[in-house]
């Protein structure tokens, strides 16, 4: 699998009777622009991004603006409480679908009291359209973790080096067999963006686990350099699925040679900062906070 942080190693090599250890490590980070109406910013240049590797600034090695095809989820609340914007919801991930690359690939995680895999990866945006016209019926609890996790997991199938997910979800998670915790994990190894649309109503009647629903989503989405945005109503899921989609084709890739090349699974910290151009507005950017260095 080669993930959003993408790390190579070469091996070892005879040169005059003696083994030299050559490192060849790429780190690979994915990283959105945009300007305060949140529209992508195209056209910088690597000499206007610095990256941080654990507080220490790295040398960009590699500086790509290329739109290449990506391995997508999109993961859909069915429990009862979108009972009234599953048709919506529906329409949204179609948008999502025929603005993508042409060369993406999909599949299609619907979750309420379980989560299931209801479509396994198609590049068929025509496939995807028959199975999203047909009527759905909303019921029962919410099981967004699972939801999640089943996403994750079926990444192990994707063809594309990069991957992302998108989750349109009402509220928190009341049912789900994992829990936050393994969900974290998950999100810190798997090296997916994650992006959600949350359509949240009144807190009063939520139970208080739900509460926290729009709390966790926009953390998992900055750990993974991906973004969290919220509908006010359901007439806004398309614009922001196509927002979404925007986002995905127009992200810039960096890459450096880790200057710490110990192998000790720890958690390494990136931080990428802009150098922007002048008279540039303020600007957001988004990237992955972190991976994992490889074990012994």
């Not at 790295?58 to 997508?72: A, H, L, N, R, W």
């Not at 409480?81 to 993406?104: G, I, W």
């Not at 099981?143 to 999640?148: C, F, K, P």
């Not at 649309?197 to 009063?204: K, Q, T, Y």
Request: hydrophobic share 35%; glycine share 10%; proline share 4%.
């Amino acid at each position: 699998m080669l993930p959003v942080a993408v790390h190579a190693r070469g091996g070892n090599r005879t040169e005059a009777g003696r083994t030299l250890r050559t490192e060849t490590e790429l780190t690979l980070v994915n990283v959105s622009v945009t300007d305060p109406s949140g529209s992508p910013v195209t056209g910088l240049q690597r000499q206007n991004f610095r990256i941080f590797e654990n507080g220490t600034e790295q040398g960009i090695v590699k500086f790509s603006t290329e739109d290449v095809p990506v391995s997508i989820g999109v993961i859909l609340d069915t429990s009862e409480s979108m009972d009234d914007k599953v048709y919506e919801s529906r329409l949204a991930a179609l948008k999502f679908f025929v603005t993508a690359n042409p060369r993406d690939e999909f599949f299609l995680v619907d979750f309420n009291d379980r989560a299931q895999l209801v479509k396994e990866f198609t590049g068929s945006v025509e496939e995807l359209q028959n199975y999203l016209g047909v009527d759905a019926q909303a019921h029962g609890e919410t099981a967004l973790y699972d939801g999640v996790y089943l996403g994750l997991s079926h990444m192990n199938a994707a063809q594309h080096a990069r991957k992302a997910l998108l989750l349109i979800s009402d509220g928190g998670d009341n049912h789900s067999r994992y829990n936050e915790g393994d969900v974290r994990r998950f999100v810190q190894e798997a090296d997916v963006q994650l992006y959600t649309i949350g359509l949240f109503g009144h807190i009063g009647g939520y139970r208080i686990e739900e509460l926290n629903g729009p709390f966790l989503l926009n953390d998992l989405t900055e750990m993974t350099g991906g973004r969290a945005f919220t509908a006010h109503n359901s007439d806004e899921l398309s614009d922001i699925a196509t927002k979404i989609s925007m986002l995905l084709r127009s992200q810039y890739v960096i890459g450096y040679h880790p200057a710490d090349l110990t192998h000790d699974g720890r958690w390494r910290k990136i931080k990428v900062k802009l150098r922007p151009p002048q008279r540039l507005p303020p600007l957001r950017v988004e990237a992955k906070n972190g991976y994992f260095a490889p074990g012994r």
